[in-house]
């Protein structure tokens, strides 16, 4: 049975580039689940099955809601025990890890440097909620905010050392095959590409390489998604 | 039968603080593997089996030599599986992760704060080679470095706040019971916690509460540890 995915959308219903949806596109995809995605704005709120908090992802399987997601990649492992994302209780922790430096750190750096371009491709009813929620975050204009994103980008690389150190040596985060951690990292650098032109990586940078194999991962599932699209502005 | 480590040793035999060898010795105890540790010290190279890099831990088990925290650890759940200290490949990736995380983020920040107390600690013949190594690495003396670090340890708590979120939520990182990522990232903690009184973390933080369980477990076999011995200067 076919899974069903509430996943954001951008102005263009095929764009779709939140970091949290790409990580539950590619956890499904590692199992082989089949996934319908239900394209969803942020002022759709009450559009969303329950329980969830209003944001994605929402995940629906036979009847069972799951909102949230390492609550989403969790659930999969348990239910879907084939090919698993963590494997282990330590596993969970170590990974518990990896999402919590991702979204506490990274992500920000990387809103810093992305978050016009995000706006800039959503939909008109979706703008001034995501313009005000983020000029009260940043306390800037989303035009002030990434006036510095050539330096923002340099702190950037420099957080990401310890992805770098282990990427030089294995394939995958996992190891010789991609599995969860992989999947969570990936999505900030998916959500970056699909809204963005501007380069994070360097080309000589080990996570370049390994951003590219995580593209061509399930005959390019997040190759193939729309990138960048010029919405009118 | 049991297993030998060389393990970094003060002024005082007993005295033992390296960050890499606590690793080893609480992998160790998870397991129940009986461990004989070897004082050693930084001007003792010629003294380690071989193969092994100048540094220590270095495990000799069944005649076969281990060097390195991180080669030790694997080792261990390969040749003893029950109780694993990762459990699975992506588990072994995380944790990758979280060891570069500790060792390019946090041990330099937590070395700023207690390098001149560890100098203080080491045995005369290992004083020199101690201080000239690390003023290189730093490009000041060791007091200029301990210097700043009333700020330094804001940023240090700065930094931990992944590993906090986890710990409001999970008694250990690994969830339940310690495992490998636990280990390694207490190594630091009780590195500092051996070698100066300057205290890293607020009482009421989790991760504080976590160390605290951290010392309790295998008999307490880190809190047992002499702390912060004051040698003579």
Redesign the interface.
Known sequence: MTLKLYDLAGADDNHRFSPYCWRVRMACAHKGLPLETIPWRFTEKDRLPQPSNGTVPVLVDRGEVIADSWRILNFLDQRYSAD???????????????K??TE??LNPLVSRIVVRDVWSKLAERDRSYFRESREKRFGQSLEQVVENRDQTVLRLREAL???R??LCE?T??????A????YILFGVFQWARCVSSFPLLLNDDPTYAWQTRMLGLFDGLADRAPAALDQAE
């Open positions: 698993p994302l963590f494997g282990s209780e330590p596993a969970v922790g170590a990974a518990l890890f990896l919590l430096w506490q750190i050392e310890p992805v150190t282990i294995r995958f985060l996992s190891g010789a095959s599995a969860g951690p992989d």
